[in-house]
């Protein structure tokens, strides 16, 4: 079984100033690619072969299979989550509203952890908003290529702190970052993840 690239739910352009173009076009189109094009080319022949991708993150253990499944995986769950400012929806209702409401005193509030875990992950890895086992909310620090499937999390939102997904957008200003990128985060994605 033979991995493919998903394509874009937006046009390279779509998300500037929050993305740039470049930033799409080295991130998506470099980056993303090449954790595939190393997953393709290092499962023939193993146990991998022909697992679906979320069954390879919970069961290779660390080393490359994992790390190019699981940003394969991460890749693709933080580009869908986007659209252009202007149609983006900007914040969350009904069920999922509630639900940050409860866990983390407001929508805001969220906001404002969120932002503050993303900004303090050390070195390359992610955040996260994951539902856990006794569907709790939390917000999570992943190093590398850390992902929620393999502690039994479901995810619902990520953020990229890689350097790659900002450096040539705002430098070492990751909080500018972080800030832009719930502009262009479309709250529709979240709340048909989180009642899936
Ligand atoms: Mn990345």
Redesign the pocket.
């Known amino acids: 079984m033979t991995h493919q690239l998903p394509s874009l739910p937006f046009k390279a352009n779509d998300l500037a100033p929050a993305i740039s173009e470049t930033t799409v076009g080295f991130?998506y189109g470099k980056?993303h690619q090449a954790y595939l094009n190393n997953l393709n080319n290092l499962i023939p022949g193993t146990p991998y072969e022909n697992m679906p991708l979320t069954e390879i993150i919970v069961k290779a253990p660390a080393g490359p299979v994992f790390n190019n499944a699981a940003q394969v995986f991460n890749?693709t769950f933080y580009f869908d989550q986007f659209k252009p400012s202007v149609e983006a929806k900007k914040r969350p209702e009904n069920e999922l509203l509630k639900a940050l409401e409860k866990h983390f005193g407001s929508f805001e509030k969220f906001i404002e952890e969120f932002s503050g875990v993303a900004a303090t992950v050390f070195g390359s890895g992610w955040a996260w908003l994951v539902v856990e086992k006794d569907r709790s909310l939390a917000i999570t620090k992943e190093s590398n290529a850390g992902c929620p499937l393999t502690h039994g999390q479901k995810p619902l939102l990520t953020c990229?702190v890689?350097e790659?997904?900002y450096y040539l957008d705002y430098q070492n200003r990751r909080p500018d970052y972080i800030k832009a990128f719930w502009a262009i985060l479309d709250w529709e994605v979240i709340e048909n993840r989180f009642v899936e």
């Open positions: 991130h980056h890749h990229d890689w790659h997904a």
